[in-house]
């Protein structure tokens, strides 16, 4: 007859302890109670609700996770109160600088509200954007979509399941964070008309992205009022590489002034036309838009029309928790200012020699 086993010491004194990678098992509840003298349920309310114990034992209890390096496992508070202290963020493409500043102005955004951002990318697909979006959504409380690629009818459904704000679009129905194209673009217009340009060419982004359309009307508008000839041209991909490969629709028009879609076009246009012997900006004036990071490094550095990328994803990440907690608009627009920021890559016209 075999001997009866002894009862684990773990499981008289609390549910068994999963390791951390260093081999040291993570602190739980109980090991924070023992050591603060109190029951585990007071610690639970002590971290997961603070006010519902006194002062002098919320002290103890803190004190006592900080010994122990305590890290609250978002996805088990989730459980009693559906709640992961988590929002998505999802981007059209990771490696353009144009998301940085949304990322980081989000990120600070979070952390101040004691939030932690979850980061994905849709490549410029509404499939996998939408794929990704549902995945995200299975775990996180509300979702921002940056530059989204996806229809407007997807939005309002992941929008219907959990709190969803937008930047750089709009969906009617959906709260969005939008900058208004409208006042940066009106100014590089007349001053590339000043400047002795009389044909201005845009070349536009992704044929799903809404921001490009917005940005072609703005254009269109613009030249109208100023008595220019526009004309819009098709990029490739919105990158770099993108650019490149405009630069001979771009002579080809007879333009002599270009606005891009985005600094990265602008970027890959200037570099092609200038292997080619053109002359920025005696014989061809570049203007780019968002001025990202890096826009002034060019020889000569980058004309772009400004978008405030930062205040665009702290804008969305309050309005995502304003909405979480109770206090948001559920489907209102807020739009930003752009402005022009003059730089070398635009300038006076100069006659043929």
């Given at each position: 007859m075999t001997e009866p086993k002894t009862p684990d010491v773990a499981a008289t004194t609390g549910p068994a302890k999963k390791h951390a990678r260093d081999g040291k098992p993570n602190a739980t509840i109980y090991d924070i109670a023992k050591v603060a003298g109190v029951n585990p349920s007071t610690v639970s309310r002590a971290l997961s609700k603070p006010g519902r114990v006194s002062a002098k034992t919320q002290k103890l209890i803190e004190d006592a996770a900080a010994e122990l390096n305590y890290q609250v496992n978002p996805f088990a508070r989730a459980l009693p109160t559906g709640r992961t202290s988590t929002f998505g963020l999802i981007v059209a493409d990771i490696t353009n600088p144009t998301f940085f500043d949304i990322i980081r102005g989000a990120e600070t955004t979070a952390t101040l509200r004691d939030y932690t951002l979850v980061l994905a990318e849709s490549a410029e697909s509404a499939v996998t954007e939408l794929t990704a979006a549902r995945r995200m959504m299975a775990t996180v409380d509300g979702l921002i979509l940056a530059s989204p690629r996806m229809d407007d009818d997807d939005i309002r459904a992941l929008a219907r399941d959990k709190p969803v704000v937008v930047i750089n679009r709009e969906v009617d129905g959906v709260p969005c964070v939008v900058p208004d194209v409208n006042k940066g673009i009106s100014e590089a217009v007349r001053s590339l008309a000043a400047n002795?340009?009389?044909?201005?060419?845009?070349?536009?982004?992704p044929p799903q992205s809404w921001m490009s359309a917005r940005r072609w009307d703005g254009v269109r508008a613009a030249c109208e009022w100023s008595r220019l000839d526009a004309v819009r041209l098709e990029s490739s991909k919105p990158t770099v590489d993108g650019g490149r490969q405009a630069a001979r629709a771009v002579?080809?028009?007879?333009?002599?002034?270009?606005?891009?879609?985005?600094?990265?076009?602008?970027?890959g246009l200037m570099q092609e036309l200038q292997a080619a012997g053109v002359v920025v900006p005696d014989q061809i004036s570049i203007v780019g838009f968002d001025d990202i990071f890096g826009a002034d490094f060019t020889t000569p550095p980058l004309t772009t029309v400004r978008s405030p990328l930062g205040e665009c994803g702290s804008v969305a990440a309050t309005l995502l928790l304003d909405l979480l907690h109770g206090t948001g608009d559920p489907a209102g627009t807020l739009r930003v200012e752009t402005e022009l920021v003059l730089r070398g890559s635009s300038g006076r016209l100069l006659p043929p020699r």
């Amino acid at each position: 007859m075999t001997e009866p086993k002894t009862p684990d010491v773990a499981a008289t004194t609390g549910p068994a302890k999963k390791h951390a990678r260093d081999g040291k098992p993570n602190a739980t509840i109980y090991d924070i109670a023992k050591v603060a003298g109190v029951n585990p349920s007071t610690v639970s309310r002590a971290l997961s609700k603070p006010g519902r114990v006194s002062a002098k034992t919320q002290k103890l209890i803190e004190d006592a996770a900080a010994e122990l390096n305590y890290q609250v496992n978002p996805f088990a508070r989730a459980l009693p109160t559906g709640r992961t202290s988590t929002f998505g963020l999802i981007v059209a493409d990771i490696t353009n600088p144009t998301f940085f500043d949304i990322i980081r102005g989000a990120e600070t955004t979070a952390t101040l509200r004691d939030y932690t951002l979850v980061l994905a990318e849709s490549a410029e697909s509404a499939v996998t954007e939408l794929t990704a979006a549902r995945r995200m959504m299975a775990t996180v409380d509300g979702l921002i979509l940056a530059s989204p690629r996806m229809d407007d009818d997807d939005i309002r459904a992941l929008a219907r399941d959990k709190p969803v704000v937008v930047i750089n679009r709009e969906v009617d129905g959906v709260p969005c964070v939008v900058p208004d194209v409208n006042k940066g673009i009106s100014e590089a217009v007349r001053s590339l008309a000043a400047n002795g340009h009389k044909k201005v060419a845009f070349v536009a982004g992704p044929p799903q992205s809404w921001m490009s359309a917005r940005r072609w009307d703005g254009v269109r508008a613009a030249c109208e009022w100023s008595r220019l000839d526009a004309v819009r041209l098709e990029s490739s991909k919105p990158t770099v590489d993108g650019g490149r490969q405009a630069a001979r629709a771009v002579r080809d028009s007879g333009a002599t002034a270009v606005l891009t879609y985005n600094d990265l076009l602008a970027i890959g246009l200037m570099q092609e036309l200038q292997a080619a012997g053109v002359v920025v900006p005696d014989q061809i004036s570049i203007v780019g838009f968002d001025d990202i990071f890096g826009a002034d490094f060019t020889t000569p550095p980058l004309t772009t029309v400004r978008s405030p990328l930062g205040e665009c994803g702290s804008v969305a990440a309050t309005l995502l928790l304003d909405l979480l907690h109770g206090t948001g608009d559920p489907a209102g627009t807020l739009r930003v200012e752009t402005e022009l920021v003059l730089r070398g890559s635009s300038g006076r016209l100069l006659p043929p020699r």
